[in-house]
């Protein structure tokens, strides 16, 4: 009677297990079929790519069977890094919702760029060949002075041993972690290296302490900011900290004199201070200054004086005083004087006594005999 029972209740439990193990294979794959149903991926989009298609952006990234899953794609499709895919640093992939999912393309970004013919070759933070372009992208790094024969799209640029290249790479990665990219960055023949702010030329020297000059560079560059000159840097070494700025003082002329104000801040045209109130002298003299200073006319021809007669004082004829229009109408010939020094517009010397022979713009008078 008991072996009886026994053997009731081991089959009850068995069909029970039996029972609850389909249930739950069942339910197993229901879940699963649900899963791969509901989270399957009807759209893809794309963002952040201009040199592939959305549709080759979903070839080159969603391979394989798992890439239809909204919830699986982003766990195994997204990277960092990419060396397989040209322009592409790297991807992620995103889950919208339950049947959309998004890819984020991160392009290579130029770091620097070089001319080439006559088009600008942009290379990223490898040196490979990203981009061409006749346009320059003054957001970009452009250095002057790497020298290459020939280009390919999507290969290291062929330039003689690599320390070139790679001082143009990290140069360009400080430039654009601190946001201070000159104007212009300049190898010479020696490969020392220069930079151009506006009026201020960096001399960096040779390709070493790069990260100490350049830090020193952009604290120095704010404190001498409008004025001119060469900052040299090619000095600093790990001991040696020497730096000096050798300004290049403007030539101060009629044209950008800053005076013309008075004491009390007014303009004058003429009084000899600047809109500051500091004081800066009188007014320099003009070409015309000069000529009208050493015009040897003013006389009429009974040799009085009167300023605007148009002899010299031995009754010699030297034609009116000097105007602005016929010292415009030279050019670039600064003669007119005499090698005594006086004016005549005429004479083949310049006011410092230098020949500079006869005036080429002057007309040629042409005398007929009848």
Sequence with gaps: MRNSNYRKKLKINRKFWYVAGGTAVGLLAAAVIFF???????????????????????????????????????????????????????????QLNHNTIAISVKEKQPVGCIPYLDSYIYFDRTGVFIEGSRQRDERVPYFDGIQVNRVVMGEKLPIKGDTVLNTAVALATIFQKNQMIPDHIQ??????????????TVMLGKDQYLEDKMTRVIAILPMIEG????????????????ITFEEEIEEITAENWPGGYDENGDYTGYDEYDAEGNYVGPRPMTELDYALEAWVGGYDEELDYTGAGEYDAEGNYVGPA??????????????????????????????????????PNAEEENWEEY
Excluded: C
């Design 187 to 200: 190898f010479d023949n020696n490969y020392q290296i220069s930079l151009l702010y506006g009026d201020i």
């Design 322 to 359: 000097p105007t602005q229009e016929e010292l415009d109408a030279n050019g670039d010939w600064k003669g007119g004087y005499e090698e005594d020094g006086g004016y005549t517009g005429t004479g083949e010397y310049d006011r410092e006594g230098n020949y500079v022979g006869p005036n």
């Design 227 to 242: 004025k001119k000159g060469i900052l040299h840097v090619e000095s600093v070494t790990d001991s040696v900290k020497t």
């Design 36 to 94: 791969f149903v509901y989270f399957r991926v009807e759209n893809v989009e794309v963002m952040g790519s201009s040199h592939y298609t959305d549709e080759e952006v979903r070839e080159m990234i969603l391979r394989g069977p798992l890439a239809s899953n909204s919830v699986l794609a982003p766990m195994l499709y997204s990277r960092d890094e990419v060396d397989d895919v040209l322009f592409v640093e790297g991807f992620s992939v995103t």
